[in-house]
């Protein structure tokens, strides 16, 4: 291993604004009011939400289990409207940290419907933005895969799409939409800081010997950073926090590439550039 490594991070890495709001909603609610619940984690981060808990957030499963005199907090990634709806009825004082880029893709895919088109979302299936976004219309059709597109041709459609998407991929599946359906409008709603991150990464993948993406194995716009950079160079490696990084990995590595995820904290962005300084 060569005496000094050179860290190269990417200009724009770690807390997207969505994220930066919904845990400042969530920091001033309990300091309000002592405590506040949020329903499911408020960012895919495990370390966030374990300093959030010990500042009174508190998070539950479901609305059954929540205590009606303490606020809920539906949180960055958006929440499906029946819930909405339940907790109105259960008389729940909300507080809405929804991404304000979330809440623009449910307008465009209501928007869609309005016109009468089929509405496909691209994103996967079952990850809770999409949830959120396929509440918003009666009859939404997800596409993860391509073996998701109907196998009939269509004569009108819409497309909305999860903000954190591969955008590469994302090409692929609109190219084969288009061989199925004659009137398609598609409305781009990947998040700008999504399509920034990705442009980076493949910079860096370029120019480096090692990459390091560091953020949660449960986020989703980690995962795909680590697929974006693993595509032009197979050295890449995801890490939760210093913990996970292995000396063996700079072996006869002279520039390391440095990203992280939307929802890591900056804290343990700069725990692990220390990490590897000191191997």
Not at 34 to 62: A, S
Not at 216 to 227: D, G, I, Q, W
Request: proline share 4%.
């Amino acid at each position: 291993m060569p005496a000094k490594v050179n860290i190269n991070t990417a200009g724009e890495m770690g807390f997207c604004a969505g994220v930066t709001q919904a845990i400042e909603k969530a920091e001033k609610a309990a300091e309000k009011y002592g405590q506040v619940q949020m329903l499911g984690d408020i960012v895919h981060n495990e370390i966030v939400v374990e300093e959030l808990t010990d500042k009174g957030v508190v998070v539950i499963d479901n609305l059954e289990s929540a205590d009606r005199n303490i606020p809920i907090l539906f949180r960055a990634h958006g929440t499906p409207k029946e819930l909405w709806q339940k907790a109105k009825e259960m008389g729940l004082q909300t507080i809405d940290a929804t991404c304000p880029l979330v809440k623009e893709i449910h307008k465009y895919a209501k928007i869609l419907e309005n016109e009468d088109r089929s509405v496909f979302i691209i994103g996967d299936k079952g990850h809770d933005e999409v949830n959120g976004i396929a509440s918003q219309v009666s009859k939404p059709i997800i596409i993860s895969e391509s073996e998701d597109i109907p196998k009939h041709n269509i004569s009108k459609a819409g497309v909305v799409i999860q903000s954190t998407q591969n955008f590469d991929k994302v090409k692929i599946l609109i190219v084969q939409l288009l061989e199925r359906v004659k009137d398609l409008r598609i409305i781009n709603t990947i998040c700008a800081p999504t399509r920034n991150r990705q442009q980076e990464v493949k910079k860096l993948a370029k120019s480096n010997d090692l990459i390091i993406i560091v953020g949660s194995f449960t986020s989703a716009n980690t995962k795909r950073l680590v697929k974006v950079a693993q595509k032009i160079n197979p050295n890449t490696k995801q890490v939760e926090s210093p913990d996970d990084l292995r000396k063996k990995w700079f072996d006869n590595v002279t520039n390391v590439g440095l990203s992280a995820g939307a929802s890591t904290p900056n804290s343990i962005i700069e725990d692990v550039k220390r990490k590897i300084t000191s191997f």
